[in-house]
């Protein structure tokens, strides 16, 4: 079980664009409650964006995989 009031750690992609990074890290800060909302925030920047939640069962902590292109791309 997730606990609600925990933030989500984002898994990023592609890993070395900072500028992804920082936007979707104010995304979260600024009160995307979950997977779906933070896509829809990071699309009005990022149109492919996709953020798919980790549901491992048992897994205590939340992992979301954000794709800035809508999948892994190999870092430059």
Known sequence: MHDPDQRPTLVLNPPGDAEFAAYASRMLNGGAVDH???????????????????????????????????????SA
């Open 36 to 74: 779906a909302e933070l896509q829809r925030r990071l699309r009005e920047r990022f149109p492919h964006a996709v953020v798919r939640p980790r549901e491992l069962a048992g897994e205590r902590t939340q992992i979301w995989y954000v794709y800035r292109d809508g999948r892994w791309i190999r």
